[in-house]
């Protein structure tokens, strides 16, 4: 399997998964010329993409469907709500290519099995994904206010996965944000902190695990380094057996794509 961030932030989120025989996207948050320089940067072409599976309908996750459809016509793969938003908004016109998906119901999108599962956050019906190829997983869970054992169920044995690392609390609490959207962020259905995203990594570490992407940060409301460093110390902090050296971790960039991660 294949593994790799196209742009991940608060501005814009998008990741490419592939197998030797299908290749997917997992949102579309940026620019169409983003996405497809990114590909480029995979050795993959846009046309290769199978599939574009959308995690919920906010515009940093899908602001660049309209023109990379218009182009490629890639089939769309999201839950009916964001797809009813996506045709009621007229984001996307003339293009009827869609598949509706349920949390917890697995599909197949050539050899990639496909696991969509359920994450709080305000959207109408938003879903993370777990990818599985052969003995192969990867997953990106991303926008969520908190983390169920649910979630944690769903995310253990991956071996990648892009996990949020939102904000530092103390940094959103002190910022120019206006006091309702501190605390939206901070509520149930909105964004997970460094904190608990160490929290969660710890609980779905194993001795297979090969790369931790932390991703979805806040510009305004967190820095690379800070959540690295948080990230680390709630896992070595944590009862776990694992410390935070004992793989990698590295922050899913906002601008540019990350490197490719074969598993």
Do not use: W
Not at 82 to 91: A, C, L, Y
Not at 165 to 187: F, M, T, V
């Amino acid at each position: 399997m294949r593994f790799a961030g196209i742009a991940s932030g608060s501005s814009g989120n998008s990741t490419y998964i592939g197998s030797d025989k299908t290749h997917i996207l997992i949102d579309a948050g940026v620019s169409s010329k983003r996405i497809v320089t990114g590909l480029h940067s995979f050795d993959i072409k846009p046309e290769e993409i199978t599939a574009v599976l959308i995690t919920h309908e906010h515009s940093d996750h899908i602001s660049g469907l309209k023109t990379f459809l218009k182009k490629y016509n890639t089939p769309i793969y999201a839950t009916a709500k964001t797809i009813e938003f996506i045709k009621n908004t007229k984001i996307i016109s003339d293009f009827n290519n869609f598949n509706t998906i349920k949390a917890q119901e697995e599909f197949y999108i050539g050899d990639l099995n496909i696991k969509p599962f359920q994450i709080p956050h305000d959207a109408l019906e938003p879903v993370a994904f777990r990818v599985n190829c052969k003995d192969k997983s990867v997953a990106v869970a991303t926008d969520m206010g908190y983390f169920s054992d649910d979630i944690v169920k769903n995310l253990r044995g991956v071996e990648v996965a892009i996990v949020e690392a939102n904000h530092d609390i103390k940094l959103l609490e002190c910022g120019n944000y206006p006091y309702a959207l501190k605390r939206r962020i901070l509520g149930d259905r909105g964004h997970l902190s460094n904190e608990n995203a160490g929290k969660l990594i710890s609980k779905i570490l194993h001795d297979n695990i090969k790369h931790i992407f932390l991703g979805h940060l806040s510009k305004e409301n967190n820095y690379p380094e800070l959540a690295f460093e948080t990230v680390k110390y709630e896992i070595d902090i944590d009862e776990c057996r694992y410390k935070g050296t004992d793989f990698p971790i590295e922050i899913a960039k906002r601008d540019m794509p990350s490197r490719l991660i074969f598993i």
